[in-house]
């Protein structure tokens, strides 16, 4: 059995004298599964070439709570408040807010709406990468 524990979850933590146990090892994988099944949440990453459409429509595997977008090949943050259904963006030292965005069941679409912000997440040839948080299943 460890000698020390996590202060959060208490979960083990070994030293080198300790004898490791199975045991040990399934409690806290119990711990895990148990802490993050009470966020109720999950985080889900992808990636995707901009098409350089005025808008973009993603279709997640659960229902998102948060989306954020970035671009490699320019300053780019674009955040998505799914249950909101608005956004803000950031490319440079320019601000965007009131990112138009809807939201239908898992299914999100963002636009630039006839503006220079044909850059929010959807360039053509652009790598962009996301990251959301969706609610769990």
């Known amino acids: 059995m460890a000698s020390n524990h996590t202060t959060n979850y208490q979960l083990n933590q070994w030293a080198k004298p300790d004898r490791v146990m199975m045991d040990d090892f399934n409690a806290d994988n119990a711990k895990i599964d148990a ?3 009470a966020r109720n949440c999950r985080f889900y990453t992808t990636s995707y070439t901009g098409d350089g459409e005025l808008t973009k429509t993603w279709t997640f595997p659960a229902k998102p709570i948060l989306i954020v977008l970035t671009c490699p090949t320019q300053w ?11 956004g803000w963006g950031q490319l440079g030292g320019n ?7 809807t939201v239908d069941g898992n299914s999100v679409t963002w636009s630039a709406e006839n503006n220079s912000q044909s850059w929010m997440g959807n ?11 969706l609610e769990a299943e």
């Not at 780019?76 to 259904?85: D, M, P, S």
């Not at 601000?95 to 965005?101: D, K, M």
């Not at 360039?123 to 948080?133: E, L, S, V």
């Open 95 to 101: 601000s965007v807010t009131g990112l138009p965005c």
């Open 35 to 37: 802490a993050l099944a």
């Open 76 to 86: 780019l943050l674009a955040v998505i408040n799914a249950r909101e259904g608005h």
């Open 123 to 133: 360039n053509k040839d652009t790598q962009y990468g996301m990251f959301a948080i």
